[in-house]
């Protein structure tokens, strides 16, 4: 009952948030030089097709009735059309939101299986050769993770991994040219390819994902990393597991419940690099042509095609606040101090 | 006389030069040998760096942007350590000459961001401790806007504003000034809100200056160190912000010497395996980026005073001398004494030692109380006993108990005896308790761990023996988390914990402070009084005389880890022969002590 209220009242704030996205990305258009109906149509559009959408679009209304007009047409999906491709923008973003999300979702997965365990290791005060050399690898990363661009750390990899060694593909996309793209189901291509039992597709699919999530990892995978060893070791310095070690209680029931409280923070922080990745990954699919939203954005911008970029800023805003909402739910789970705060 | 003053004072005024520059040498002195190793290296990288800023297209070996179409990919030689791009340009020159773009666009930029955010950050914080209600919302809604403004992708946002003003080094500046504001405004906000509680900060509202201004001229000077930290990590993020947005060909483009068009201009070459153009600039945005990071961690250790940048690791390092044992260290231990320290000796390398050479005996039963000035060791000698002092720390001496040296044994040997045999009562309970796991949790767990038993068994003990000291309603208790607890319940259970097994010896550390005087009472009384039924003995270090003198057989009375003083309660309150017991009860409400001393008989029940 109480969780049910609180996701109630974190929903209610979010009304009035989404709202303010809406503004904020009606008035980026609206902040451009020049005719919104004629940006969305480009530069070659007839002027009779230009004066028809203005139309439509209300634009010669005042800027309230603009405005209503424009969250109508979010409301039924309409993000306008890209006048380069002369495609619908929630078809192109629909369409390429896998490609993203995949490669976040795999450099989370990879954060959380290599990085998260490194951080807790090298927090830990034992001193074994283990807990040492997770010590001085984190040291090291500490220093690099953050400080290294990357765009370039990915030009690096594609070097040593596709020119040199040759054991990654170059950046031609998510699978070889010649691979032919798994029937839709999930749309990332590693999970369709293994739905529909094709295993060198797959294995093409998840080579081509290797190096982009392996950067996207390494260069947002920082912040998390320090987040989770430092409230570790805080956890293992403060009051409650020095009274857990003086009760004897097992070492790993004592690491176990230290654990619980390092992960509150590292969820938050968790939270904020994921919600930052969807627009925060651009120049790493640019680099590695995934052929994402981000770098759709990318390309828009450089055409001067409006309409795309006004739907991936929403799409990308709207996004973050949905990550800080799950977070914010997961920390009612897992803290019951939030919870206790709550009312 | 008078003219000598005089002349003393004029000196005190205008001190010669060579006195004001003797100081300030001194001071650079004492604030580079604060640095470790590692911190003045990267000071002086950072100095390069921001010489490299400056001078930087004034000193390159070739011309920045001089193309010489007959020499386009070299790969580095000795003409060209660092090879040629595709138009032929030097890349060494290049990589000179650029960083005065990138990092003259960042300070700027930063500096921007900080001058919109700072004073919005005063008036946001000064708007969120008002009393008007109005005010408040105004505060909060700024706050809820800029987690909106926030959840935009930064990266794309700055390629807008770029596309909206054009490409070109200013509007650049604009767009990372305008991406980076909010973070000096909720940094300054939180800063004021915490130092506006200061003391000095009523004051100068109290002297008639209005809050505002109080907020500006006091509180925002105080706010500067933690700003200048992010300051420099900001401007880090801003260099690097900068050659991405150029990279994509939305910063600033190609004449310019610039680290991220220079990488996108050798993107094309470095999968071909024509390496050269990218990866150097990379190399060294990463070096930039860096060294305004750690620079941020330097400042920040040397604006804080009494900070030492030394890092602490070299304070773990195992390889050191212990200090030396005691004579009386060789000492026999009573018979039948549960516990026998002898010449228990503590110290941090480099430090006074924090224990030097304590010994005593505590027999069944008995409860003894150590006292002493806070800083005298106290809490440090009943946490060495069961060697829960973490890391950092040499001993000496032995912990005998019941015959057995507690410093000798193994990891497992240890776990068997703490919390089965000896249990610690530490200082507020409440912290002791971990936040996320319920009160049953921790008593089942720590049941569990001495005595094999189903979950249940355990769970239904736990439930006795809150029971047992007087707590209705126990599987409510059971189910509940620490902070559901009041200070003195928390302790209660934490008593429960510390009797379930009946242990033969109890440590504990100042177990009432942070209680109410009369929950203190309380608790004190259940304490004992079950220890008399358990027949557990009992370390009580306390800095309340009056606590001892009511409920213990011994006092011993610690000073500068050395025990001064120790006898029967009645000898050692009553007529006390050292210094610091005099003072100790002179300190103390003396009614409370030497009545309850006078009456204190329980040191004829020890043999």
């Given at each position: 009952m109480r969780t049910l209220r609180y996701i109630g009242r974190r929903l209610l704030v979010l009304v009035p948030q989404l709202f303010l996205i809406s503004i904020i990305t009606f008035t980026l258009v609206r902040m451009l030089p020049g005719d919104p109906a004629r940006l969305e149509l480009g530069p070659l559009a007839p002027e009779e097709g230009v004066e028809l959408l203005r139309h439509q679009l209300r634009l010669d209304r005042p800027l309230p009735q603009q405005y209503i007009a424009?969250?109508?047409?979010?409301?039924?999906?309409?993000?306008?059309?890209?006048?380069?491709n002369s495609s619908s923008v929630a078809q192109d973003l629909l369409v390429r939101a896998p490609a993203t999300l995949e490669l976040i979702t795999a450099g989370m997965l990879i954060v959380l299986a290599v990085m998260v365990p490194i951080a807790l290791l090298s927090a830990s005060p034992s001193c074994g050769w283990l807990a040492r050399a997770t010590r001085r690898i984190s040291f090291g990363y500490g220093l690099l993770a953050g400080a290294l661009p990357d765009f370039w750390l990915g030009l690096v990899l594609i070097f040593v991994f596709f020119s040199v060694l040759g054991w990654a593909p170059g950046p031609e996309g998510r699978l070889a040219i010649l691979d032919l793209p798994p029937e839709r189901v999930t749309g990332f291509y590693v999970v369709d390819t293994l739905l529909a039992g094709n295993f060198d597709t797959f294995v093409s699919a998840l080579s081509h994902l290797a190096l982009p999530a392996v950067t996207l990892a390494f260069v947002y995978g920082g912040p998390i990393f320090k987040m989770v060893r430092s409230s570790m070791e805080a956890a293992l310095r403060s009051d409650y597991t020095i009274y857990a070690e003086g009760l004897g209680l097992p070492r790993r029931t004592v690491l176990l419940w230290a654990m619980r409280n390092a992960a509150p923070p590292a969820v938050v922080v968790t939270g904020v690099v994921a919600g930052y990745l969807l627009g925060g990954a651009v120049l790493i699919e640019t680099v590695f042509n995934l052929n994402g939203i981000g770098q759709y954005a990318v390309q828009s911008i450089t055409t001067a095609d409006y309409a795309p970029i006004q739907g991936f800023v929403l799409v990308a805003a709207v996004f973050t606040m949905m990550v800080y909402l799950f977070v914010d739910l997961l920390l009612f789970m897992i803290d019951p101090r939030v919870s206790a705060r709550a009312f | 006389m008078s003219a000598r003053k005089v002349d003393d004072d004029k000196r005190r005024q205008h001190p010669p030069a060579r006195v004001v520059r003797y100081a300030a040498h001194r001071r650079v002195v004492g604030l580079w040998s604060r640095l470790s190793r590692f911190d003045q290296a990267v000071l002086v990288v950072f100095?390069?760096?921001?010489?490299?800023?400056?001078?930087?297209?004034?000193?390159?070996?070739?011309?920045?942007?001089?193309?010489?179409?007959l020499q386009r990919l070299v790969a580095p030689n000795g003409a060209h350590p660092f090879g040629t791009d595709e138009n032929g340009i030097d890349v060494l020159s290049r990589l000179i000459a650029a960083p005065r773009t990138d990092v003259l666009i960042a300070v700027i930029a930063t500096t921007l961001s900080v001058a919109i955010g700072a004073p919005l950050g005063v008036v946001a914080g000064y708007f969120e401790g008002a009393d008007r209600r109005a005010m408040r919302w105004i505060s909060e809604g700024t706050l809820r806007l800029l987690d909106v403004i926030q959840a935009f992708p930064v990266f794309i946002l700055a390629m807008v504003l770029v596309a909206i003003r054009g490409t070109g080094p200013v509007n650049v500046v604009f767009a990372v000034a305008f991406v980076n504001f909010p973070v000096f405004l909720r940094l300054v906000r939180s800063e004021i809100l915490s130092l506006r509680e200061h003391p000095y900060a009523e004051a100068a509202v109290a002297l008639g200056n209005s809050e505002l201004g109080v907020g500006f001229k006091h509180l925002l000077p105080n706010a500067w160190p933690t700003v200048l930290v992010q300051v420099s990590v900001t401007i880090g993020f801003a260099?690097?912000?900068?050659?991405?947005l150029s990279f994509v060909g939305a910063g600033v483009s190609p004449p310019t010497p610039e680290l991220g068009s220079m990488i996108a201009s050798g993107a094309k070459f470095m999968i071909i395996g024509q390496w050269w153009v990218a990866m150097f600039p990379g190399l060294l945005l990463?070096?930039?980026?860096?060294?305004f990071a750690v620079m941020g961690d330097i400042v920040g250790k040397l604006a804080e005073p009494g900070q030492r940048a030394i890092p602490s690791r070299r304070l773990l390092s195992k390889d050191r001398v212990a200090p030396a044992a005691h004579a009386e260290a060789a000492a026999p231990s009573a018979q039948g004494a549960v516990l026998s320290?002898?010449?228990l000796a503590i110290e941090a390398v480099g430090r006074p030692p924090i224990l030097d050479g304590v010994s005593f005996d505590l027999m069944p039963g008995e409860i003894l109380g150590v006292v002493g000035f806070p800083g005298s060791g106290k809490s440090i000698l009943v946490r060495a006993i069961v060697r829960l002092l973490g890391d950092g720390l040499q001993r000496a001496g032995l912990v005998l108990f019941r015959g057995k040296d507690l410093a000798e044994l193994d990891e497992k040997a240890l776990r068997a005896i703490r919390g089965y045999e000896i249990l610690p009562?530490?200082?507020?309970?409440?912290s002791q308790l971990n936040p996320l796991v319920r009160v049953g949790d921790l008593m089942v767990a720590h049941i569990r761990a001495h005595d094999r038993c189903s979950r249940r068994k355990a769970h239904a003990r736990a439930a006795r023996m809150l029971g047992a000291i007087g707590i209705g309603d126990a599987e409510h208790w059971l189910a509940a988390y620490p902070h559901?607890?009041?200070?003195?319940m928390a302790q209660r259970v934490c008593l429960a914990i510390a009797l379930v097994h009946r242990p033969p010896l109890i440590i504990a550390d100042e177990p009432t402070a942070g209680l109410d005087v009369t929950v203190q009472r309380q608790v004190l009384d259940l304490m004992i009084e079950l220890c008399h039924q358990s027949g557990a003995a009992q370390v009580l270090a306390t800095r309340e005389l009056g606590i001892v003198a009511h409920y213990c057989n011994r006092v011993a009375v610690l000073h500068e880890g050395l025990?001064?003083?120790?006898?029967?309660?009645?000898?050692?309150?009553?007529?006390?022969?050292h210094a610091v017991t005099r003072r100790l009860i002179a300190a103390a409400d003396l009614r409370a002590v030497s009545a309850a001393a006078t009456t204190n008989t329980s040191s004829k029940i020890v043999p």
């Open positions: 424009y969250l109508q047409r979010l409301l039924q999906g309409d993000f306008g059309r890209s006048w380069v | 100095v390069v760096v921001l010489a490299t800023a400056a001078i930087g297209p004034f000193v390159t070996p070739y011309p920045p942007t001089f193309a010489d179409p260099v690097l912000l900068t050659a991405g990463g070096l930039i980026v860096f060294t320290v002898r010449g009562l530490l200082p507020n309970a409440k559901e607890l009041s200070g003195g025990i001064v003083e120790m006898g029967s309660v009645r000898d050692v309150l009553l007529a006390p022969r």
